[in-house]
């Protein structure tokens, strides 16, 4: 990655895949993006650019380096594959670019009990990382088993469906309040829809979304 690359990512702004952070000052709040990016579509970690996008960038890069490499070793409930890229911006400063996949193996956790390997996991939503919900996260982790998934397809099924044509999306708590099923039927009605590619998953911080997938052809009206 060059200058020019490194800019058009800043331009672009904070967002879906892109995050600034100034310094490594916390690293284990940073594993934190670290690991929102693994869990779902990637993303860069731009260390060295401010908040408003101004690229101030670093004369020790190489300890910036060594310190959140250590953080993602430690902190991560499993090895993730990684690019790191360091751009020259000055004669003295150079800003450090994290090149983040989506991880083979979901969901990510940050562990914040080492002993005990005890931790959360996070996901991106728009500009922020915010902690996982428990639909999503056995969405991913059934999604990394790599098997075919079915779905038996009866009336409370239709009715998710139509609810979702109706008003363009679903969550949890509408389901269960409109058709009155009891929460765990919901989710896990939901979590087959969503392996089967018949529902797309959108994580929200407040209550996540079920649309209909893009790609799905089946007909339920």
């Known amino acids: 990655m060059d200058l020019k690359e490194l800019k058009q990512l800043v331009n672009e702004g904070e967002g879906f895949k892109i995050e600034f952070k100034k310094k490594a000052a916390d690293p284990f709040k940073i594993m934190k993006e670290v690991v929102a990016f693994a869990n779902k579509y990637g993303g860069y970690l731009i260390v060295g650019v401010a ?20 953080a993602i070793k430690k902190y ?25 996949p989506p991880s083979d193996k979901q969901p990510i956790f940050l562990l914040y009990n080492l002993k005990r390997r005890i931790g959360k996991p996070y996901i991106r939503v728009e500009d922020k990382s915010v902690q996982m919900s428990k639909v999503i996260r056995r969405i991913l982790k059934q999604r990394s088993k790599e098997e075919h998934h079915s779905v038996t397809f009866g009336e409370e099924e239709r009715n998710i469906l139509q609810l979702i044509d109706k008003n363009g999306y679903t969550t949890v708590d509408e389901v269960v309040k409109t058709f009155s ?38 007909s339920w009206k």
């Open 181 to 218: 099923l009891e929460i765990d039927v919901v989710e896990d009605k939901l979590i087959d829809l969503c392996l089967a590619n018949i529902l797309q998953e959108m994580p929200r911080e407040m209550g996540d979304r079920f649309i209909i997938h893009p790609t799905s052809r089946l």
């Open 51 to 70: 908040d408003d996008g101004r690229i101030d960038g670093f004369t020790d890069i190489e300890g910036e380096k060594f310190v959140l490499e250590q």
């Open 76 to 100: 991560l409930s499993r090895k993730i594959e990684y690019s790191i890229h360091i751009v020259q911006v000055s004669a003295m400063r150079q800003v450090l670019v994290f090149e983040i």
